[in-house]
């Protein structure tokens, strides 16, 4: 099994990431040409390291898979963390005989100190572990993911996810995503009709805090409920303006 990683500027958390991977057979890390010292620690931490240009996130994570020497590879972020008990399902599976195409697993993420295991954001199961002869990552403008030709099994245990540095880190990828999120939206032929704006929003907000929970984590779940639902309605809004033109005269 080869853990492929792709950086750009991640040296305050990188290191983590590495050590939660460190019993791998091998670490590849592909670097969008970091300003810091994050190549520097993954050679310190025996990864390999290419210095890459930046083509995009699908193909970059395609990349450092094609760069990999082992067919499997588990694929993880700079802000991901291989949790013990995911470790040790990996540990089992690396002894079987594997058929399936790729596995699944669950991430969970923290935010103002609280792990969140209700809302959207949980289990959020991702395909991680997958062989390149048969998986490789899609090209979308956000959220780009592992299509696998062939059956998709699932692993115990989770991926832990930092996803923001901060809240003020948070709306900005709000920001950046919801473009990107629209211009998707727009070339697959959805509209921001009157209904959209008006309950898809509402209907996050309903779902992420009574359907899955987040009441139950207190004022932590009502924050990600609303900007779950806050989201939505930008993403709607930006596609409006797709649709409408731009906003300046």
Known sequence: MSVT??????????EAALASVAWA????????????ATADLARRASARVFVEGWPGFPQQKNRAADLATHDWILSIDADERVGPELAAALEIWKKSDPSAAGYRCARVSKYLGRWIRTTDWYPDWQLRLYDRRRARWVERRVHESVHADGSVDRLTGELQHLPYRDVSD???RIDRYTSLAAADMKTRGSRASY???AMQPFAAFLRNYLLRRGILDGRVGLTVSLLNSYY????????????????RD
Do not use: C, F, M, P
């Open 5 to 14: 990683i792709i950086t750009k500027n991640e040296a305050a958390r990188l």
């Open 232 to 247: 939505v309605l930008l993403k709607y809004v930006k596609l409006l303006q797709l649709e409408t033109g731009d906003l």
């Open 195 to 197: 209904l959209a704006l």
């Open 25 to 36: 057979d091998e670490i590849v890390v592909v670097d969008a040409g970091s300003s810091d």
């Open 170 to 172: 948070h709306l900005q």
